[in-house]
């Protein structure tokens, strides 16, 4: 019996649970489950990270002190998982005693050997990231996180440094000497360039804001809050029991995205290091996957198109959308999210593929074996049977190894193949004709070799689709699967015969969708089309006044509205476009370090002074636009009417520039 620890990221409050989110966390879930098939003690762990300058930020502008906002965002997360099928053992908060207290002792270790150093720090942050920035990564112009497309801030403070110099030989030795710590490989080639490259040493440590874990030797200082997130990790198993999963004696697998990688694969590691853990006792795996996007955009609040998984779930059943993340998307790579694709592949792998199996096989023994298990003599077995057999050996294999190797997509796809295997063998067997011809022996060893692939696939599945596998093994008159520690149930072996055994049929497993009801459930599904963000317009699109007065859009929720920046800004400097009749080039403050520039289709009703020191109405978090050679627009200001007389959204009496509307 091993012991299998699991973790996802934990999620910044900030934002609600979306598909990005749920994708990692179902893929935690569905290994977990393998593994618990397969005999291991396992533990799950997620949670929320809800220190930090970005969550500070954004309870404040919704005027709630952080610790209520992190409240009501976490309860989200935590309430979430389980309706997609997903039982957590712990779902850890940063803002939890124990974490804290942990952190604590985590910090003072590392400051006692003497990593942790007080001196002056100057550099680039980006709130987006809670991340540092050399000049070389930033987008031009503006200054531009390349991630979240924002102007990052000049950050100059005292600060605690972490000494990650002093760590970059013993990590690249580490690396060495366990070539699977960071997976996939290419990701493993690119941290190996990073850290042979060179590591500055680290701030850890910030005093502009407060909300954080504060700094034991120096409370003026809360902690740079990844040092407090990835100890999360470790503090969530405490000092007792639980820390058997941690290694040597349990093996812990991080799932992280790709853009969180460099933390978990040099920065986590250097921590324990720095605080007195063996080689030994580091995490087994980094996992970096992909992102999912919509339309080639990876899903986030800030881009706006994030899908909802609970509406995906309460409409498909969580099931559909579980198998449909794991299987579509190879794991490690980005994939496109596509509704019309996951109802391709739900009428094609489970409805036509093992629903119908099912469906086949159990019809047949409705008619043909009195609803019951027939039995069968393996000796009399006919060269289809020794070819099912072949298909059977390899499929369960090569799904075991799949999901021992993190690629649940390999698992699935060799799952679905022995539901394909299955199926072609009813088709060459054909029991309906041996039935005619009276060879009863033969139609009782055809049932019943179908009846117990299903169930191996009933096992099969069970990591993807735990609902599904019950209905599955209720229709074929078995209970639920029960893994049991240190009992390795994965189907290694053909099921044995049930001779007897009554079947309980209860209909389609997985019905079909016709091209009508897909349809209409397409139509119920994909969210309305906002423009994609780079296509965006920057300028107010005047509204045609019958499109003004048409009837108003879909209702919105609040989280759907609170998704939108919309701040105040003072209007500084404003020029004509040259050769762009419509276009005016604004810089406008909203309360950054810098102005933006903000290009807007005005000309035609404003001369470019009459507009220098209005307060205007700025959509702040639109994705950056191009107008060529170089002129990029940072947001959009709101207007009405039109291009010729327009009527600009402004702002009366004194609020700041920066301020949000709400
Ligand atoms: N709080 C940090 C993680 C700290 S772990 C010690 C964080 N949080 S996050 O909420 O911004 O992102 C969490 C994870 O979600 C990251 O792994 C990120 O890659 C992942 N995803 C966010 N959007 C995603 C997609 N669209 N697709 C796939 N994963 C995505 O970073």
Redesign the pocket.
């Known amino acids: 019996m091993g012991r299998f620890y699991v973790t996802t990221?934990?999620?910044?409050v900030n934002?609600v649970p979306?598909?990005?989110?749920a994708?990692?966390t179902i893929i935690a879930d569905a290994l977990r489950r393998y593994h618990l098939l397969a005999g291991d003690e396992t533990f799950m762990l997620t949670g929320t990270?809800e220190h930090g300058q970005k969550i500070e930020e954004v309870a404040r502008e919704q005027g709630l002190d952080p610790k209520t906002f992190c409240d009501r965002i976490s309860t989200r997360f935590r309430e979430a998982w389980p309706k997609l099928d997903v039982a957590y053992d712990r779902f850890i908060r940063t803002t939890d005693d124990d974490h804290e207290a942990f952190v604590k002792e985590l910090w003072k270790k590392i400051e006692e050997k003497g990593d942790l150093y007080e001196a002056d720090y100057e550099d680039w942050y980006c709130v987006g990231c809670?991340s540092y920035k050399t000049e070389k990564e930033l987008e031009q112009p503006g200054n531009l996180c390349p991630l979240h497309k924002r102007p990052v801030e000049r950050v100059k403070e005292r600060t605690y440094f972490f000494r990650l110099s002093k760590w970059e030989k013993p990590l690249l030795e580490f690396y060495e000497r366990h070539p699977h710590f960071i997976q996939p490989e290419t990701r493993r080639n690119e941290v190996l360039s990073f850290v042979r490259s060179g590591l500055r040493d680290l701030s850890c440590s910030r005093t502009s804001f407060t909300w954080g874990i504060p700094v034991p030797s120096n409370p003026k200082h809360v902690m740079y809050v990844?040092f407090d997130?990835?100890a999360?990790?470790r503090s969530a198993l405490g000092h007792g029991d639980l820390t058997r999963f941690w290694p040597p004696s349990g093996r812990v697998v991080h799932l992280?995205?790709?853009?969180?990688l460099r933390?978990?694969a040099v920065y986590w590691p250097a921590f324990l290091l720095a605080a007195g853990y063996r080689e030994e006792e580091l995490p087994d795996v980094v996992y970096a996957?992909?992102?999912?996007?919509i339309d080639g955009q990876?899903?986030?609040k800030s881009l706006r198109n994030a899908v909802d998984p609970l509406r995906l779930a309460q409409e498909l059943g969580p099931d559909v959308l579980r198998y449909h993340l794991l299987r579509a998307v190879a794991f490690g790579q980005d994939g496109d999210f596509d509704h019309a694709a996951l109802l391709e592949r739900y009428n094609a792998d489970l409805g036509k593929n093992i629903g119908n199996l099912l469906s086949r096989v159990l019809g047949l023994c409705t008619k043909m074996t009195d609803g019951k298990h027939p039995d069968d003599d393996p000796s009399t077995d006919g060269p289809v049977e020794a070819e099912l057999g072949e298909a059977y050996r390899s499929c369960v294999a090569a799904a075991r190894t799949a999901w021992e190797d993190l690629a649940p997509h390999v698992a699935l796809e060799q799952t679905f193949k022995l539901s394909s295997a299955a199926n072609a063998y009813v088709d060459r067997a054909a029991p309906w004709t041996e039935a005619k011809n009276g060879n009863t022996a033969r139609v009782a060893k055809i049932l019943s070799r179908l009846l117990r692939v299903l169930e191996a696939l009933s096992v099969m599945i069970w990591p993807a689709m735990p609902k599904k596998s019950d209905e599955m093994r209720a229709q074929l008159g078995l209970s639920p699967v029960h893994p049991g520690l240190g009992v390795d149930v994965w189907p290694v072996e053909m099921p044995q015969v049930r001779a007897g055994l009554a079947l309980a049929p209860s209909g389609p497993l997985f019905p079909t969708f016709d091209d009508k009801a897909q349809a209409k459930l397409l139509e119920k599904l994909v969210p309305p089309k906002e423009p994609a963000p780079s296509a965006a317009p920057a300028a107010p699109a005047p509204l045609a006044p019958e499109a003004a007065a048409a009837a108003t859009s879909p209702m919105i929720g609040y989280d759907d509205f609170a998704r939108i920046d919309l701040r105040v800004g003072l209007v500084k400097t404003c020029e004509k476009v040259p050769k762009k009749d419509k276009l005016l080039r604004l810089t406008v403050d909203v309360g950054e370090p810098e102005p933006r520039i903000i290009v807007a289709g005005l000309a035609l009703t404003f001369a470019p002074e009459q507009l220098v020191g209005r307060k205007v109405v700025v959509v702040a978090n639109l994705a950056p636009r191009e107008f060529g050679k170089g002129l990029v627009s940072h947001g959009m200001l709101l207007a009405t009417g039109p291009s010729e007389k327009l009527i600009l959204a402004t702002v009366d009496g004194d609020a700041a520039p920066g301020s949000r509307l709400k």
Not at 18 to 21: A, D, Q, S, V
Not at 256 to 260: L, T
């Open positions: 990221p934990i999620y910044y934002d979306h598909l990005g989110t994708y990692t990270d809670e990844w997130a990835l999360n990790y992280v995205g790709k853009d969180i933390f978990h996957h992909g992102f999912l996007t990876k899903m986030s």
